[in-house]
């Protein structure tokens, strides 16, 4: 903080402009809503009006003006704190005389209608306002604690630039995939992670991107946060009488094509929406778990069978919120090589990145950040891991087959990825994700995260590759080597298999395929530089995973072949659904390309 000097006309402008076109709404009926309370406004004291009412009303829009989601009241033994939550960190606003806080709860009270009297009860409520011409909820809380009641306001804009899908921070890949996932005519699609990780901003875009004219969308929340026009939005009450099936019952006869579910909180819930899924419906919908894997297997210890979870889980989302580093005052910094051990990322290639530090300026209030994005963790629902879940895989496996089969994105890598573009920090990244020891089994080069991250699926890792290839595994076999090369007629001379998921750490083995295609092409009086190698096996990788991509192949053969006076690539495996089938029979392999 700096000490500057200004006219006390200009100090008392500032201070007036703080409290402008804000107030609140009591609510309780059309008629009282037309009878707004002005906050700030200077004659409420100047005419005997109770201070609590400007000490409330100054809490309330300031907390607005500085961007915070919640404002925390809280009796101590000699004080009445206030603290501020500013993306996602706590920060202390001031203390008040602990004399004040009776009146102060008391005054929050009469304006979201709980009863004054009842000091024994934890309570809720809700407060309409406007502040600085934004239309805000606030819902309130109070708890009963040793020093008197402890008072939470949650902040809740009804117009906010996050509710959008483009806002939500997903990276190129993660977008394109839950775009389209978000257009799948049924199915389940849940918004996973732990409280304050954005689920409900993540909901509320996706079913605001939904929301036109061909599609009827009808929702059951408790409560229904933001009012999206156009959706037919529905409250929970469970003093109603009513159960999660009783509403999708009712819901499914309003002929929905979405139907949105506020949380799945209970098996009954969980029950409610894969019958209405099973229906043909699609269905989306938030829950509590650390991660995607997690969720699959908290809807099994639900009693949910696994055939139906298979059959209706389409996609699982898991996501956090971490704080975006100001860019004003950001400074570049190296990692520490302590920090990536917990991001299970190989360490090359790490200098050719630049990554940044906080420092703080007027801008960020000092704190070096300003405004949250989220890191995800985006699970298709693909054969492999319905296989998986059939078989009652536990969370580990399920990830492990999404990494390799499925090119799964772990949160870790979603945020690495964000903070090699400077978008967070590392540090950040791990205050709000734990460690996936199942991701270390099959570990990425930072390349490798980056082009999955970017939906560039073809780019190879940067490899060095020997300048001796190694000798030829057993499973390779050469037909003809040596000089008897150049007589030898028309056929194939050299085999190699390699595993789809793998082939890009098999670089030693390709680069034994290139030796002797190189040695071929000479001895055919074909010379081929050694610099090609490089080329050479981008294409291998490329091949392999496009077959993998395109025809699920858990395999591929290159054979090396000499046809008219050259030798050509035979590529050969097997499509997903002749797999099954060809081990039981051990048939040949199909035929699958051919290339010059």
């Known amino acids: 903080?700096?000490?500057?000097?200004?006219?006390?006309?200009?100090?008392?402008?500032?201070?007036?402009?703080?409290?402008?076109?804000?107030?609140?709404?009591?609510?309780?009926?059309?008629?009282?809503?037309?009878?707004?309370?002005?906050?700030?406004?200077?004659?409420?004291?100047?005419?005997?009006?109770?201070?609590?009412?400007?000490?409330?009303?100054?809490?309330?829009?300031?907390?607005?003006?500085?961007?915070?989601?919640?404002?925390?009241?809280?009796?101590?033994?000699?004080?009445?704190?206030?603290?501020?939550?500013?993306?996602?960190?706590?920060?202390?606003?001031?203390?008040?005389?602990?004399?004040?806080?009776?009146?102060?709860?008391?005054?929050?009270?009469?304006?979201?209608?709980?009863?004054?009297?009842?000091?024994?009860?934890?309570?809720?409520?809700?407060?309409?306002?406007?502040?600085?011409?934004?239309?805000?909820?606030?819902?309130?809380?109070?708890?009963?604690?040793?020093?008197?009641?402890?008072?939470?306001?949650?902040?809740?804009?009804?117009?906010?630039?996050?509710?959008?899908?483009?806002?939500?921070?997903?990276?190129?890949?993660?977008?394109?995939?839950?775009?389209?996932?978000?257009?799948?005519?049924?199915?389940?699609?849940?918004v996973t992670g732990p409280t304050g990780s954005g689920k409900t901003t993540s909901l509320y875009a996706s079913t605001s991107h939904?929301?036109?004219?061909?599609?009827?969308?009808?929702?059951?929340?408790?409560?229904?946060?933001?009012?999206?026009?156009?959706?037919?939005?529905?409250?929970?009450?469970?003093?109603?009488?009513?159960?999660?099936?009783?509403?999708?019952?009712?819901?499914?006869?309003?002929?929905?094509?979405?139907?949105?579910?506020?949380?799945?909180?209970?098996?009954?819930?969980?029950?409610?929406?894969?019958?209405?899924?099973?229906?043909?419906?699609?269905?989306?919908?938030?829950?509590?778990?650390?991660?995607t894997a997690g969720a699959i297997l908290r809807l099994m210890d639900m009693g949910i069978e696994t055939f139906l979870i298979s059959s209706t889980v389409v996609s699982v989302v898991s996501q956090r919120l971490v704080r975006v580093l100001c860019p004003d005052c950001r400074e570049p910094k190296p990692p520490d090589p302590r920090l990536l051990d917990h991001f299970c990322i190989l360490p090359t290639g790490l200098d050719r990145f630049t990554f940044y530090q906080p420092k703080g300026c007027p801008n960020c209030k000092g704190t070096g950040f300003k405004g949250r994005t989220g890191i995800h963790e985006l699970l298709v629902v693909n054969d492999a891991i319905r296989d998986a879940i059939l078989a009652h895989k536990t969370s580990s496996q399920i990830r492990r087959v999404a990494r390799e089969k499925g090119n799964l994105i772990s949160i870790h890598e979603d945020g690495f990825y964000k903070a090699t573009l400077g978008i967070t920090t590392l540090e950040e990244v791990l205050r709000v994700v734990f460690h996936h020891e199942g991701d270390e089994i099959v570990a990425r080069s930072p390349d490798e995260v980056i082009a999955l991250c970017e939906g560039r699926f073809e780019a190879a890792p940067q490899v060095s590759f020997p300048e001796v290839?190694?000798?030829?595994?057993?499973?390779?076999r050469p037909m003809v080597t040596g000089e008897g090369l150049s007589s030898l007629l028309e056929g194939e001379i050299y085999r190699s298999r390699f595993d789809t998921h793998t082939i890009r750490s098999e670089t030693e083995r390709m680069a034994g395929v290139f030796a002797v295609y190189q040695d071929c092409k000479r001895k055919l009086g074909h010379d081929i530089e050694p610099d090609l190698m490089k080329d050479f096996v981008d294409f291998l990788i490329d091949t392999a995973e496009r077959l993998k991509r395109t025809q699920g192949a858990e395999f591929v053969e290159f054979s090396l072949e000499v046809k008219d006076d050259d030798v050509v690539i035979r590529v050969e495996s097997l499509p997903r659904e002749e797999l099954s089938v060809a081990r039981s029979q051990e048939t040949g392999l199909r035929q699958v390309n051919y290339l010059k």
Do not use: W
Request: aromatic share 4%; hydrophobic share 40%.
């Open 1 to 190: 903080m700096q000490p500057a000097i200004a006219p006390a006309k200009a100090i008392q402008e500032a201070i007036t402009k703080c409290f402008e076109d804000a107030s609140l709404k009591l609510g309780r009926s059309v008629a009282e809503s037309k009878k707004d309370l002005i906050i700030g406004e200077t004659q409420l004291s100047q005419q005997g009006g109770d201070k609590v009412i400007t000490v409330v009303n100054y809490l309330i829009t300031h907390a607005v003006l500085e961007r915070a989601s919640d404002i925390h009241i809280e009796p101590q033994e000699k004080s009445l704190r206030v603290r501020y939550r500013i993306d996602g960190i706590l920060h202390h606003k001031t203390d008040l005389p602990l004399a004040l806080a009776a009146n102060l709860v008391s005054r929050i009270k009469v304006l979201c209608g709980l009863d004054i009297a009842e000091r024994r009860r934890h309570q809720d409520g809700r407060i309409e306002a406007r502040v600085k011409d934004q239309d805000i909820d606030l819902r309130v809380s109070t708890y009963v604690s040793a020093y008197g009641e402890s008072v939470v306001i949650r902040i809740l804009h009804r117009q906010t630039k996050l509710v959008d899908v483009d806002s939500l921070g997903f990276s190129p890949v993660n977008r394109a995939q839950y775009m389209e996932i978000l257009e799948y005519p049924s199915g389940i699609i849940l």
């Open 210 to 291: 939904l929301n036109r004219m061909d599609l009827k969308i009808i929702t059951v929340e408790d409560p229904v946060e933001y009012t999206i026009q156009g959706v037919i939005q529905g409250k929970y009450d469970p003093k109603l009488g009513m159960s999660h099936s009783d509403f999708l019952k009712s819901m499914m006869r309003q002929d929905p094509d979405v139907i949105m579910v506020g949380e799945i909180r209970d098996p009954e819930a969980a029950d409610a929406v894969i019958q209405a899924a099973l229906t043909g419906h699609k269905v989306v919908s938030t829950f509590h778990t650390d991660d």
């Open 469 to 476: 290839p190694p000798q030829t595994p057993l499973e390779e």
